[in-house]
């Protein structure tokens, strides 16, 4: 019995041994095969597919307390050599009128940062970033965005301050989780005076900044903002106050300053859940009294009007913790009875 299983176990051995060196033989030839006739370079098309759909195989973007402890890389080359832990770019000043050719490598990027630097043209590529939540864009020179960026569904916060649109490029309203959006100090849109009817499909912006830009009026479709909780209009060209903002239900912070005009709708007191407001440098010389039924306001900025005194409906706002009256024509007189009336404000500006 011992014999004839020892005999078996031979007979398996010399099998196995067999096989493995048929495959070795196998494999030797196709790598001898794969050595000495290399396929062909794709076309620049097709590796511009190729990295595209690698780029969609990527990892889910990390949680913002994972993405705040992950370093921040201002030198490309040292990034590519750690391509696939690299989460943040943020690039020098004048670095690049075009994004780098090998950027889209880092297929992981969740930050990306260029501020001034010296961008005339964003193109396609920005659109195989998927995991991109930050991009900050602000004092470059860029007069479009490529229709690419409709492909960013994971971008939250997009900076745009102080390029040169001349209209705000309709794209942006095809960012479908945009929630912060700054596109102040791009003054070249005085030539449109207002926003593209697109800016309204961004159902989730909670912050809009548009100030700076001589805007003349607002889109109907403002008001289908109605998550829109900061809504920044200083220093345009409103002649009068906008009524599309009276829909914004969720609006808590409103900043009016310096645009021209010299009363507020009564129908301002609706905007119920406001708690800060900037009406400075409009040459008011009376605040309506509909503002003090905005009883949730903590910070009310009246400074740089022509205003002699304040209503007594300024107690209403007992929720008031800072109020600024500088630059007003409030004699001092007139100061020491209207701190007897605001004496529950903790700061106040004379």
């Known amino acids: 019995m011992k014999k004839l299983l020892l005999f078996s176990l031979l007979i398996f051995t010399s099998l196995s041994l067999a096989q493995a060196q048929k495959r070795k033989k196998e494999e030797d030839k196709k790598s001898?095969?794969?050595?000495?006739?290399?396929?062909?370079?794709?076309p620049a098309s097709v590796a511009t597919v190729v990295s595209a759909d690698t780029i969609k195989k990527q990892r889910k973007p990390l949680k913002k307390e994972e993405l705040d402890l992950q370093p921040a890389f201002?030198?490309?080359?040292?990034?590519?050599?750690?391509?696939?832990s690299v989460y943040i770019m943020d690039f020098p000043q004048s670095c690049c009128a075009t994004l780098p050719k090998n950027l889209v490598k880092l297929t992981h990027l969740q930050v990306l940062n260029l501020p001034s630097a010296e961008l005339v043209e964003l193109d396609s590529t920005i659109g195989a970033f998927q995991n991109l939540q930050i991009l900050n864009l602000n004092f470059n020179k860029l007069e479009n965005l490529p229709p690419a960026m409709a492909n960013l569904k994971n971008l939250e916060v997009l900076y745009l301050q102080k390029n040169k649109f001349k209209t705000i490029p309709k794209v942006i309203g095809e960012i479908p989780n945009l929630k912060i959006l700054d596109l102040s100090l791009n003054t070249a849109l005085m030539l449109a005076g207002t926003l593209p009817p697109e800016i309204g499909k961004l159902s989730k912006l909670e912050a809009l900044n548009l100030g700076g830009n001589m805007l003349t009026k607002l889109p109907k479709e403002m008001t289908n903002l109605l998550e829109l909780k900061s809504l920044q209009l200083n220093v345009n060209r409103l002649k009068e106050f906008p009524l599309e903002v009276l829909k914004l239900s969720n609006l808590e912070e409103l900043n009016l300053r310096k645009n021209g005009f010299k009363t507020l709708p009564k129908e301002i007191s609706s905007l119920k859940k406001l708690k800060k407001l900037d009406i400075s440098g409009n040459g008011f010389s009376q605040i309506p009294e509909s503002v003090f039924d905005c009883t949730g306001l903590e910070e009310l900025d009246l400074s740089e009007n022509n205003l002699t005194?304040?209503?007594?409906g300024i107690t209403k706002?007992?929720?008031l913790k800072e109020l600024n009256l500088k630059g007003n024509k409030i004699t001092p007189e007139e100061i020491n009875k209207i701190k007897n009336q605001i004496a529950f404000i903790a700061n106040v500006k004379f």
Request: hydrophobic share 30%; net charge neutral.
């Open 32 to 42: 001898n095969e794969t050595t000495t006739t290399p396929p062909p370079p794709p």
């Open 74 to 84: 201002s030198n490309l080359d040292k990034a590519l050599l750690k391509a696939d």
């Open 309 to 312: 005194t304040l209503p007594a």
């Open 317 to 319: 706002l007992r929720n």
